[in-house]
Every structure is written in C-alpha cells, then in structure tokens.
C-alpha cells in the first residue's frame, strides 16, 4: 500500500512538472509589473506567475501556523489544566477514603 503511495505521488509529480515546462514554454512574453510605488524589471509572463504561486503558497503557510501555534498553546493549557484537576480529584478521593475509614 505505501509503494502505491509513493508511485501516485512520483506520477502526479511527473504530471506537474511536466504542466509546469509547458505553461513556461506557452508563456514567453516579457511584461513589466508596476506598482503603486514600485516597478519591477521585465521578465517573463510564466516567471512572474509561478512567482505570485509560490508567493501566495508561502504566505498561505506562514498565516496557517500562526493558527496551528495558537491551537497548540490552547491545547497544552487544557492539557495543564486536566492533569491538575485529576490531581485534585485523587486527592480528594484519597481523602474520603481516609475518612471514611
């Protein structure tokens, strides 16, 4: 089963990098980005899109594990909070039995 893993994400590999040489070899044409404060060199239209890709991808990341870091300290403090409260509750069961006895 993990070999048939691996072959179907060595295939779809193959197949985007294969697109990738494609949409590069389509889109030759130099253009020019201007900003509003900013103007960047000419260069390919394909570079400037796989650019904006990977651009879009790491910022993507970067604002998701910020919502992973968050979710993590969350779950430690409940983690704290539970093993406390079962501390607690052995205590206070240990302490009724003493009682009782």
């Known amino acids: 089963?993990?070999?048939?893993?691996?072959?179907?994400?060595?295939?779809l590999s193959i197949v985007i990098l294969m697109v990738g040489i494609m949409f590069t070899i389509h889109n030759t044409e130099k253009v020019?980005?201007?900003l509003v404060f900013l103007t960047l060199p000419e260069a390919s239209l394909s570079l400037w899109l796989i650019a904006a890709f990977v651009l879009g991808g790491v910022t993507g990341v970067l604002l998701s594990?910020?919502?992973?870091?968050?979710?993590?300290t969350r779950l430690m403090s409940s983690r704290r909070k539970i093993k406390a409260l079962t501390k607690e509750c052995d205590q206070l069961r240990t302490t009724t039995l003493k009682d009782v006895a």
Not at 1 to 11: P, Q, S, Y
């Open 1 to 11: 089963m993990r070999w048939l893993k691996m072959l179907i994400v060595f295939l």
């Open 32 to 34: 020019s980005i201007d």
């Open 65 to 72: 594990s910020v919502a992973v870091v968050a979710l993590k």
